[in-house]
């Protein structure tokens, strides 16, 4: 992806969140100049990947297969005095916009239409060998009720509702066409990124960046250009 088109969707994002009255934490709206003043105190941050974060899957597709990602608030699985105990997220979803299918083998994560569009979900149970299960049931809670669904059958979410996944559960979910941008939000265990993300389709999980223009927000693996 390119610079130019990371800058955009980010401002993009931080218009429909406005929209919609959620805020983030300071950090989020920093100039560069403010980063670079403050990169002595953000040793957690870096730690546990807070902040902005946008990928298109190495897909480069990102209108297809992509999000704006917003970490709040994250812990370390392997360093449990660092940070959160917990996790919490908002993915900012453009319409038909969807993330790949891939489960998570630690993490059990709430995923909640916070508002804007309708979520669709699909569901897969994954198998011994980390395969996706194209033949048995799914089983999963929203909001506390129970459900069965058939492999791969659409479940949808609307504001206000929200789906749990639980490890080994294949998932793809996106923001329906007709019905608008989305802002999904995720309540879940501590998340890591670089080791608990098993994706069923050829993807690589942050974009390779094409440097067109200068950087409007660091994102969440890349505050190393803070010491440059």
């Avoid at 009255?21 to 950090?27: C, D, E, I």
């Avoid at 504001?159 to 998932?171: A, C, E, F, Q, W």
Wanted: hydrophobic share 35%; with cysteine; glycine share 8%.
């Amino acid at each position: 992806m390119k610079r130019s088109e990371i800058n955009n969707y980010l401002r993009w994002a931080v218009d429909l969140m406005d929209k919609y009255q959620f805020k983030l934490p300071r950090f989020a709206y920093w100039s560069m100049d403010e980063w670079k003043a403050n990169k002595d105190n953000i040793e957690t941050l870096r730690k546990v990947m807070q902040g902005w974060d946008i990928t298109d899957f190495g897909t480069g597709k990102f209108d297809e297969i992509g999000a704006v990602l917003y970490t709040v608030r994250n812990g370390k699985i392997d360093e449990p005095g660092v940070g959160s105990p917990y996790a919490e997220k908002y993915i900012i979803l453009k319409e038909g916009q969807r993330l790949p299918c891939h489960y998570h083998a630690s993490k059990t994560e709430d995923i909640i239409n916070r508002g804007g569009g309708v979520m669709g979900i699909k569901l897969y149970n994954a198998k011994e060998d980390g395969s996706v299960d194209y033949e048995s049931d799914v089983t999963y809670s929203s909001d506390g009720i129970f459900y069965t669904v058939k492999a791969g059958e659409e479940v949808i979410i609307t504001t206000g509702n929200s789906i749990r996944l639980t490890p080994y559960m294949y998932h793809i979910f996106g923001a329906k066409e007709g019905y608008g941008p989305l802002i999904v939000g995720e309540v879940s265990a501590v998340n890591d990124d670089n080791t608990d993300n098993y994706f069923s389709e050829p993807t690589a999980r942050f974009a390779e960046i094409e440097e067109d223009e200068a950087i409007l927000y660091p994102l969440c693996n890349e505050y190393d250009v803070l010491d440059k």
